[in-house]
């Protein structure tokens, strides 16, 4: 079964840029999405379509694509930024969804 | 603007079949993919189907062989069924809408099962 792979865990000290990476062989056919998820909540959109932010979503959080890796990259982190992330595809054929395992970003 | 509103049975027996029901309100029905998504207790999301408004589905493969999604546009609802349910099961259980040009970008409050015997 198709899989997408992500760092357990980034941390960052406020103000420096945390790139979280997501791997999947098919990543260069299908878009990807990431969602950010607080304890308790259900998941946000953050990106979508690789890189497009969503209306509401601060600038700080940028979306890129090469091969097949997509990296969500948050420019100046807030301490409201520590969260869970995880990205989001289809397999090649677009038949079925996928998340990564999810990455814990901790703010120092 | 639109919003999810999911229900059903919170605790369940192993061998039972859990039952969940999203309703959308405030927005259209077609034109989107409305998908379940559970997370088991400290874990990841785990994708596990969708629908569009004309009853096409898609599944995980790996729990296809026991999930049923169903749609009543007359209501704007859609529905989850998993069979032959066991502790694996137990997780928070998520409705969601999903395009892809945007995404998963309306969800539901989330709902918690539980199976014990």
């Known amino acids: 079964s198709y899989e997408l792979t992500q760092p357990p865990s980034v941390s960052v000290s406020p103000g420096q840029t945390a790139r979280i990476t997501c791997s999947g062989d098919?990543?260069?056919?299908?878009?990807a999405y990431w969602y950010q998820q607080k304890p308790g909540q259900a998941p946000l959109l953050v990106i979508s379509?690789?890189?497009e932010r969503p209306s509401g979503i601060p600038e700080r959080f940028s979306g890129s694509s090469s091969g097949t890796t997509v990296t969500l990259t948050i420019s100046g982190v807030q301490a409201e930024d520590e969260a869970d992330y995880y990205c989001?595809?289809?397999?090649?054929?677009?038949?079925?969804?996928?998340f990564g395992g999810g990455t814990k970003l901790t703010v120092l | 603007q639109v919003q999810l509103q999911q229900w059903g049975a919170g605790l369940l027996k192993p061998s039972e079949t859990l039952s969940l029901t999203c309703a959308v309100y405030?927005?259209?029905?077609?034109?989107?993919?409305w998908s379940w998504i559970r997370q088991p207790p400290g874990k990841g999301l785990q994708w596990i189907g969708e629908?569009?408004?004309?009853?096409?589905?898609n599944y995980n493969p790996s729990l296809k062989s026991r999930v049923t999604i169903s749609v009543d546009t007359s209501k704007n609802q859609f529905s989850l069924k998993l069979s032959s349910v066991t502790a694996a099961d137990t997780s928070v259980y998520y409705c969601?809408?999903?395009?892809?040009?945007?995404?998963?970008?309306?969800w539901g409050q989330g709902t918690t099962v539980t199976v014990s015997s």
């Open positions: 989001q595809s289809a397999d090649s054929s677009g038949t079925y969804n996928v």
């Open positions: 629908i569009n408004h004309g009853g096409s589905t």
């Open positions: 405030g927005g259209s029905f077609s034109g989107y993919y």
């Open positions: 379509k690789d890189s």
């Open positions: 969601a809408r999903f395009t892809e040009a945007y995404g998963m970008d309306v």
């Open positions: 098919a990543l260069p056919k299908q878009y």
